[in-house]
């Protein structure tokens, strides 16, 4: 099982939904949440960083951390063509100075 | 413009013969890494440093060598290439560590026939 887990989609929305990628993960001692976003032939940017549990807004999204289910999620509202994008989320333990990347989650938001 | 340059931004060659990625970058950053992407796969860190003359293995080090001798310049060494190191990689940076903000390169497409 790989320690961080991605559907890789690709997730294809109509311009105007609500999306919601999702990252599991296993190692309980992931403390930093990091969600990343990689346009095509692009290497990825920072999206979203979260430490611990809770919620964290920014504009049109927000980053959401459940960590007694181990379960990552990054909602985008009112989707644009400019989101489409693969979407890659990154958790890191407070120990050690690796980041664990998920497969990422391919998004297409239609015109 | 505060950027990561890699360079060759493709490349084919053959089985066994030396090639060099470089990569450099005009933030000051004292971390730097290499992590190759592929499919199913993520992105998989191959080396980072954390300053000059700091290097240390990431997750998937074996075929690779690096340096650090100045603070913006962190080459991938591929001395013996095989088909199994065919793979898009990208260098990135970042101030104090990994955790922070990093800024990647446009990437590097290899193919080792």
Redesign the interface.
Known sequence: QKE?E?D?GPLSVPEGAIVSLNCTYSNSAFQ?FMWYRQYS??????LM?TYSSGNKEDGRFTAQVDKSSKYISLFIRDSQPSDSATY?C?P?SNAG???T????TRLMVKP | EAQVTQNPRYLITVTGKKLTVTCSQNMNHEYMSWYRQDPGLGLRQIYYSMNVEVTDKGDVPEGYKVSRKEKRNFPLILESPSPNQTSLYFCASSFGGEAQPQHFGDGTRLSIL
């Open positions: 961080v991605q890789p930093y032939r692009k290497g990825p940017e920072l960083y890659l990154a890191r100075n690796m980041l990347f998920g497969g990422g």
